[in-house]
């Protein structure tokens, strides 16, 4: 990764699956300097992989989860694989 890029691995649980969450979240990347990709699971979390600076990282994930804050139970987030776009975000699954 380039110099000041993080990449993180968010996994959202809740009701997460069928309220729009994967699109939401590509909206909102699209107002930050983020790339990356979300998918919904087959345990039915989301997984949210996002690429960036951590200052645009922490801005968009605080604007998602004021957005969906009544679907999300719980998160977990640990660190993301390398080489991730931060051009865009894209749904996956």
Do not use: W
């Not at 959202?12 to 990709?37: D, E, K, L």
């Not at 605080?62 to 660190?79: N, P, V």
Request: hydrophobic share 35%; aromatic share 4%.
């Amino acid at each position: 990764m380039t110099d000041g890029v993080i990449c993180k691995r968010v996994e959202f649980r809740g009701r997460v699956q069928g309220v729009g969450f994967r699109m939401t979240t590509a909206r909102i990347a699209r107002r930050h300097p983020v790339g990356g990709s979300v998918r919904n699971c087959s345990d039915g979390s989301v997984e949210l992989i996002v690429a960036g600076s951590p200052a645009a990282i922490d801005e968009f994930l605080a604007e998602l989860r004021r957005k969906m804050h009544g679907y999300i139970q719980d998160e977990s987030t640990t660190a993301g694989p390398e080489g991730v776009r931060t051009d865009r975000l894209e749904i996956t699954g």
